[in-house]
């Protein structure tokens, strides 16, 4: 098997090493009694967590803590956390501040963190630090080609012996492989290989800077779920949701397939001849997510899984197709989610409080965009991110906007599932601005019904003299009026009706009195109607189009007159019956024949004001 | 200070019901707006009776085409 190449660059790393630990540093007050590493290279992305234990030998108090790494590492470092505990393992542990620092008189070649302590570290005190660090593109394929049935082999490369700034008392390496083969690693006195775990150490009292290469080279068939670009739009509406959607460029960041790929193969055994490639993705969503959606520009993509419960949903998305080293696919992954779970109030102002990353599991994400779109009418915009990133602010138009949508975009490149933070996008918002939309549509709805009233009333004839619009001219009159005297009539028949009770109390009740006052008020009525009427009667008769209905009208005027009389008759009858106390059955007999006469008037001055209407 | 937590000022459950209920509403307005229109002849239309139908029509109609969008997953 052939050296693999970047072995040479860390040889000459190494001599660079050398000559720097000779140079002697002022830093030689801490020491590092015990330091245990543990470098997991079960996926693509490394983490290694590095336990300290330090006490400080010299006479001063020692308040900040060195970390070195070599550039090469240094540069593909994403992601560094440094938690503190004093004297106890089991006490409560503080997260450190971390810095990139410069100190003086260090080789060029490496990259100096320093953690700043929560209180001076005294003499002869010990501390426990604890160090999180991820690094990405540090496993290399090796071959750097495969074809569809090998296997993937990768290469990590890193240090034996723990580089510090500070002397090490004692120390281990213990690197988790995924299982499988491994193909070969470096040989150090104390090196053991067992199971999928390879150790190195313990190693004894080690200077300064001390630095041994170390490479394994391995199987690695875990999905190198590379994102080239996620866009993450984050929208909210009060009206109580919050969209999610991301869209994704991924694809396989491993050794790159050679040759030609068989649908054939793959589909019949797909664990070996495939074994290098994923089929699907797992993202896993916040509870309570709803309408969730997966496509891709040519739209829907059926296979994908869902599972939920109270604390989380889980989402399977497959691609269209497996995913090869070096393939790649773009899809787009949509939810919905409760407004409440997301969105506070707090002094007045509203946040957002939701997490920054992907909810993909290990995936790799090159640039991460975040947008987060506000809603229409948000002021004083106040971001709050727990790490570095590129902020700048857009505006976004999307349904029932004026104004548009204040947008915050956050940018951050090399995003690992450890950037799955919390972040905190501060806003004010009125609850006013939430009537906007509506309004729209109202206003909408209303400018419609204006313009119906406003066609119907204008004119669009052209010629104004012609004789067919003169004659529509007369013909709106005419059913002007009549529409008036049909509304004299009806209120006549109410009259009518009014005097016809009048008796049916008197009837029940006895009461003549009132009966009177009722027909009073109905003559009065009558008179008033007929007032009415004249003018309309005569202005009808003298307009020329009025020849068809002008019959009718007028036998409806005189059918009327004669209910009406008919009517006051009748009610004289029987109010002058009982003011005589005549027995209900002679009442009954007087009044039998002007009963039927007035029904029958009644039913044909009601066809004849249809008939009219239906003109 | 404590955060708290923001909803909506309807609760969602709500919205398909309203949305039935504003458009079934709002269209029996419109309706009864377009009938007198077209039987009211040109000279006694009352202007007043027209607008005032118009306004309620058209609240409802809006507030309920609203309805209509946030039930169907289009939050505005």
């Known amino acids: 098997m052939a050296t693999p190449p970047p072995l040479r660059r860390v040889a000459a790393l190494l001599l660079l090493l050398v000559a720097a630990a000779s140079t002697p540093t002022a830093r030689a007050d801490l020491v590092v009694t015990r330091a245990d590493r543990k470098v997991d290279l079960t996926s693509h992305i490394v983490r290694v967590l590095t336990s300290l234990k330090v006490e400080n030998s010299g006479p001063e108090a020692v308040s900040q803590f060195l970390l070195a790494f070599p550039n090469v590492q240094a540069k593909n470092l994403a992601a560094i956390r440094a938690f503190g505990t004093e004297e106890k393992v089991k006490g409560p542990s503080m997260v450190l501040p971390i810095e990139v620092v410069q100190p003086s008189g260090v080789p060029p070649e490496l990259t100096f963190f320093s953690a700043s302590l929560s209180k001076p570290l005294e003499k002869g005190k010990t501390l426990h630090l604890d160090v999180l660090t991820v690094f990405t593109h540090s496993v290399q394929p090796f071959p750097e080609e495969i074809t569809q049935a090998e296997s993937q082999l990768v290469v990590y490369q890193d240090s034996a012996q723990y580089l510090s700034p500070y002397p090490v008392k004692v120390q281990t390496l213990s690197i988790r492989l995924p299982g499988g083969r491994v193909e070969s690693y470096t040989k150090y006195p104390n090196t053991k290989l067992a199971e999928s775990e390879l150790k190195y150490g313990p190693y004894e009292d080690l200077p300064p800077f001390s630095y041994s290469p170390m490479v394994v080279h391995y199987e690695n068939n875990n999905p190198f779920a590379v994102a080239k670009e996620v866009i993450r739009e984050i929208e909210i509406s009060h009206w109580g949701n919050v969209q999610i959607t991301e869209h994704y460029n991924i694809a396989h960041g491993g050794a790159k397939l050679k040759g030609e790929f068989s649908r054939i193969d793959y589909q019949s055994r797909p664990y070996i001849r495939g074994v290098s490639s994923f089929r699907h993705l797992i993202a896993r969503l916040p509870p309570r997510a709803h309408s969730i959606y997966y496509r891709d520009e040519i739209g829907n993509i059926s296979t994908s899984h869902l599972w939920s419960d109270s604390k989380k949903t889980q989402l399977e998305v497959e691609p269209r197709f497996p995913l090869f080293g070096g393939w790649q696919t773009t899809f787009t992954i949509g939810y919905g989610l409760p407004l409440q779970d997301f969105v506070f109030n707090s002094d007045g102002k509203r946040f957002l409080n939701i997490t920054f990353g992907s909810p993909v599991e290990e995936i790799l994400i090159e640039k991460l965009i975040v947008k987060v779109v506000l809603p229409e009418g948000s002021k004083d915009i106040d971001i709050s991110v727990p790490f570095p990133t590129k902020q700048e602010q857009e505006v976004k138009y999307s349904h029932l906007d004026i104004s548009g949508r204040p947008v915050v975009v956050l940018e951050k490149l090399d995003v690992i599932p450890e950037h799955n933070l919390y972040f905190q996008v501060y806003y004010r918002f009125n609850n006013i601005s939430l009537l906007r939309e509506p309004m729209m549509l109202i206003t909408g709805f209303f400018l419609l019904f204006m313009a119906c009233i406003v066609y119907m009333r204008t004119d669009m004839s052209i010629s104004k003299n012609s004789p067919s619009y003169l004659a529509k001219v007369q013909w709106d009159e005419v059913q002007s009026i009549i529409q008036q005297i049909q509304a004299i009539f009806n209120q006549c028949l109410a009259a009518h009706d009014k005097l016809e009770t009048s008796l049916h109390e008197l009837s029940r009740s006895g009461d003549v009195k009132s009966c009177k006052v009722a027909r009073k008020t109905a003559d009065a009525q009558f008179k008033e109607l007929a007032k009415e009427l004249k003018p309309l009667l005569t202005s009808l008769q003298s307009s020329s189009q009025s020849y068809q209905i002008w019959p009718k009208v007028e036998e409806l005027v005189a059918k009327e007159r004669e209910l009406q009389d008919k009517l006051m008759t009748r009610h004289s009858t029987v109010v002058d019956s009982f003011e005589k106390k005549l027995r209900g059955q002679d009442v009954e007999n007087r009044i039998a024949a002007q009963q039927q006469k007035v029904a029958a008037l009644r039913q044909e001055v009601e066809s004849l004001l249809e008939y009219i209407s239906e003109i | ?76």
């Open chain 2, 1 to 76: 200070m404590a955060a708290k937590a923001i909803s909506s000022p309807v609760p969602v459950d709500w919205y398909p019901t309203l949305a039935v209920v504003m458009v079934a509403v709002g269209l029996m307005f419109t309706a009864s707006f377009f009938i007198y229109e077209a039987t009211s002849s040109r000279r006694n239309r009352s202007l007043a009776k027209e607008i005032a139908t118009a306004t309620i029509a058209s609240v409802f109609l809006g507030f309920g085409s609203l309805f209509v969008l946030l039930a169907s997953g289009v939050y505005v």
